[in-house]
């Protein structure tokens, strides 16, 4: 589907019907992390915004080294 949406397909589709799916898929995937954390006892939030800081960082070390 999102080879779709990315124009990796050359079949005809309808673009708003592909994204109302990945939507929904990608919905699924959230719930089901959250879901799986409330029951181990994580807190998801916090931890996404743990690797969200560490690729940030990863990310501005990669841009400011030398070339």
């Given amino acids: 589907m ?14 708003e019907e592909i994204r ?10 959230v719930i089901t992390a959250y879901v799986c954390a409330r029951v181990c006892g994580v807190d998801l939030w916090k931890a996404v915004e743990r690797k969200l800081d560490m690729e940030i960082e990863r990310w ?7 070339k």
């Fill in 2 to 15: 999102v080879f779709k949406l990315v124009g990796f397909r050359r079949e005809k589709y309808d673009v």
């Fill in 20 to 29: 109302a799916r990945v939507s929904g898929e990608l919905a699924d995937v």
């Fill in 60 to 66: 501005q070390e990669f841009e400011v080294a030398p």
